[in-house]
């Protein structure tokens, strides 16, 4: 039920027990300031944990991002929906070793692909808080443009929409 998609130099695939770690680290750092937090140990578990609820509950979910040949893990991309997103939402997260190096690009093209084509969404958008230059860019990178009708719950984030490709 839960993909595994392949790029060029990306495996995305299903969360481990051994990506939490890694992941509480980031989400309790200022580094999540973008994505609520920094996070408490106990919020970051319950973040961690929708992340893998979402695949039987909704059909998608978040994968990690492992780079090729080391299986190392280089951050995360999800897909969310339900109750705290108005609209289906394609999100991305990297650790610090892995930016400035196209990882999330890749990742989540290959991911908003998957999300269109295979799972047949006929949309996707990116919420983006508008002090986070970094995701405003890749959004717009991915081809995504500015919604300015679409709903939120946040009236501060930028809502980014996908084409359908």
């Not at 990690?64 to 299986?71: D, H, N």
């Not at 995701?135 to 930028?158: I, T």
Request: aromatic letters at 8%; one cysteine or more; charged letters at 25%.
């Amino acid at each position: 039920m839960i993909p595994t998609i392949e790029t060029e130099r990306l495996i995305l695939r299903p969360i481990t027990m051994e990506d939490w770690p890694d992941f509480s680290a980031l989400m309790q750092s200022d580094r999540a300031a973008y994505m609520g937090g920094p996070m408490s140990k106990e919020k970051a578990w319950g973040a961690f944990c929708h992340d893998v609820a979402l695949w039987p509950l909704m059909g998608h979910g978040a994968l990690m991002i492992a780079e090729r040949g080391s299986g190392r893990c280089l951050g995360q991309v999800g897909i969310n929906h339900g109750p705290l997103f108005p609209e289906h939402e394609i999100g991305w997260l990297v650790y610090p070793h892995a930016e400035g190096k196209g990882i999330a690009f890749e990742a989540a093209k290959a991911f908003r692909d998957w999300g269109l084509k295979e799972r047949g969404l006929q949309t996707l958008v990116s919420y983006v808080d508008p002090d986070n230059i970094r995701s405003c860019r890749l959004a717009e990178r991915l081809g995504a443009k500015l919604d300015a009708q679409a709903p939120r719950n946040d009236p501060r984030d930028l809502v980014y929409r996908h084409a359908v490709t």
